[in-house]
C-alpha cells in the first residue's frame, strides 16, 4: 500500500472510488510506542520510528465573521492555544502537516487510532505532523451540539497562526508546511486555500503548501476564490448525510474556475467520520444544514445564504437564525474500512509528494 503499513483495525469491504475531476517541554519516543496491546503482534509489523514530541504554543482570536478580519477588529480577545509537533529525530528543518480537529473533543477516542497511523506514516516520509487544538484553550469541549460556541472565522484563523508559530522554528522548513483535518478540521484546510482572505491575516508569507479536507463541511465558500498556488485533494463519503458532498464538488468547480489545483475522490457508501474506529451510528443530536443554502463568504467578509444574512448579527445569531430556519438533527458518522485505509494513504503520498525532503 505505498509503503504505508497500516495497523489492521479497519475491516476491508470491497467499495467502489470514484474519481471526479473536479514552546514547550519537549520528549523523544517512538512510533510503535502507542500501538494497542490488544493488537496481536503480527498484524502491527511496523518499523519503530523515533521522533521527538513537542508542546508548541500559539495565540487564538475570538472574532463572529471574516469580516473582522476586514475591518481590522478580529483581534480584540485572544486565548493562548497549544497542539503536538512531533518531528522525525534527525537535525535540520523538517516538512510538517497541521492535522485540524472536528466539531468533536480533539482527543476524541474514536480517532486516534487513525490520527496515530497518519502521524507515524507521515514520519516514515521524512514528515512531521502537528496536532492543533482549538478548544482547550478556550475551556470548550466539543463543539457537535451547539455550532455557535465558537465560529468558522475563528477556527480558520486558528489553523494560520500554529502556521505562523510552526514556520518560525528552527526545526520546520516554513516551504513545506501542509494542513490536513477532517469534518471541521476539514472546512478549515479548505479555507485556508484562499489568498484573498489568508494575506490579511499573514501579509506576505508563510502559506500552506497543500491541503487535504477529509469529509469537509463545505457549505459554505468564498464568493471570489483567489488560488494561493497550492494544490487540494478532498477525500469525502458519497453517501454523508452530515456534510452534504454535493457542496463540496460545487466548491471544487468555483476554485478550479479561479486557478486553484482541487481533486476530489469520492467513496462510494462513505458516511461522515469514516476514519472513525467506530462502526457506522446514528447521532441524533448532530445539528446538520445540508438544506439549508451555500452559506457564501463576500468580499466584506459577510456572510449570505439565501435569507440568512450575517450583517449586523454575531455568529451565535447567525447560527441560530439557520437552526430555527433550516438546520435538522441527526446525521450518521462511522467507520468505512475502504475509505480509512485508502485516504490514509492518499493522504501520505500527497503530502510526500508536494512537501516532501
Known amino acids: 500500500m505505498n509503503g504505508i503499513s497500516l495497523r489492521l483495525r479497519f475491516g476491508m469491504g470491497v467499495v467502489a472510488v470514484g474519481m471526479l475531476a473536479l514552546a514547550g517541554c519537549q520528549t523523544t519516543g517512538t512510533s510503535g510506542s502507542t500501538a494497542s496491546s490488544t493488537v496481536?503482534?503480527?498484524?502491527?509489523?511496523?518499523?519503530?520510528?523515533?521522533?521527538?514530541?513537542?508542546?508548541?504554543?500559539?495565540?487564538?482570536?475570538?472574532?463572529?465573521?471574516?469580516?473582522?478580519?476586514?475591518?481590522?477588529?478580529?483581534?480584540?480577545?485572544?486565548?493562548?492555544?497549544?497542539?503536538?509537533?512531533?518531528?522525525?529525530?534527525?537535525d535540520g528543518r523538517h516538512p510538517v502537516v497541521v492535522v485540524q480537529h472536528g466539531s468533536g473533543q480533539p482527543d476524541h477516542p474514536n480517532y486516534q487510532p487513525w490520527k496515530d497511523d497518519l502521524r507515524d506514516a507521515l514520519l516514515a516520509k521524512g514528515i512531521g505532523s502537528f496536532f492543533a487544538d482549538s478548544y482547550s484553550g478556550r475551556g470548550i469541549n466539543e463543539t457537535t451540539r451547539n455550532q455557535g460556541q465558537l465560529s468558522r472565522a475563528s477556527r480558520v484563523v486558528d489553523a494560520l497562526m500554529a502556521l505562523d508559530a510552526l514556520a518560525k522554528r528552527p526545526d520546520v522548513d516554513p516551504a513545506k508546511i501542509g494542513v490536513t483535518g477532517f469534518s471541521f478540521g476539514g472546512t478549515v484546510s479548505n479555507l485556508t486555500a484562499n489568498e484573498a482572505f489568508v494575506s490579511k491575516v499573514l501579509p506576505g508569507e508563510p502559506r500552506f503548501a497543500a491541503h487535504v479536507p477529509?469529509?469537509?463541511?463545505?457549505?459554505?465558500?468564498?464568493?471570489?476564490?483567489?488560488?494561493?498556488?497550492?494544490?487540494?485533494?478532498?477525500?469525502?463519503?458519497?453517501?454523508?448525510?452530515?456534510?452534504?458532498?454535493?457542496?463540496?464538488?460545487?466548491?471544487?468547480?468555483?476554485?478550479?474556475?479561479?486557478?486553484?489545483?482541487?481533486e476530489i475522490v469520492k467513496y462510494e457508501g462513505a458516511r461522515h467520520g469514516f476514519i472513525s474506529d467506530r462502526d457506522v451510528w446514528w447521532y441524533a443530536q448532530a445539528w446538520q444544514f445540508?438544506?439549508?443554502?451555500?452559506?457564501?463568504?463576500?468580499?466584506?467578509?459577510?456572510?449570505?445564504?439565501?435569507?440568512?444574512?450575517?450583517?449586523?448579527?454575531?455568529?451565535?445569531?447567525?447560527?441560530?437564525?439557520?437552526?430555527?430556519?433550516?438546520?435538522?438533527?441527526?446525521?450518521?458518522?462511522?467507520?468505512?474500512g475502504h475509505a480509512a485505509t485508502d485516504g490514509l494513504t492518499r493522504t501520505v503520498e500527497f503530502f510526500a509528494t508536494h512537501i516532501g525532503s
Open 40 to 90: 496481536p503482534a503480527e498484524q502491527t509489523a511496523k518499523a519503530e520510528l523515533p521522533y521527538t514530541k513537542t508542546d508548541v504554543s500559539y495565540v487564538g482570536y475570538d472574532m463572529d465573521f471574516m469580516r473582522d478580519v476586514y475591518q481590522g477588529t478580529w483581534k480584540k480577545t485572544s486565548h493562548n492555544l497549544s497542539g503536538t509537533l512531533y518531528l522525525p529525530k534527525a
Open 290 to 336: 445540508n438544506e439549508c443554502p451555500q452559506q457564501v463568504i463576500g468580499d466584506d467578509g459577510e456572510e449570505r445564504a439565501g435569507e440568512y444574512v450575517s450583517v449586523g448579527k454575531s455568529w451565535t445569531e447567525f447560527v441560530g437564525s439557520m437552526v430555527k430556519g433550516c438546520a435538522k438533527r441527526g446525521a450518521h458518522i462511522g467507520r468505512n
Open 214 to 262: 477529509i469529509y469537509p463541511g463545505c457549505g459554505s465558500k468564498f464568493e471570489n476564490h483567489v488560488a494561493t498556488g497550492a494544490p487540494v485533494l478532498m477525500l469525502v463519503g458519497a453517501a454523508d448525510d452530515y456534510t452534504d458532498p454535493a457542496f463540496c464538488d460545487i466548491n471544487a468547480e468555483g476554485m478550479r474556475n479561479h486557478g486553484a489545483s482541487v
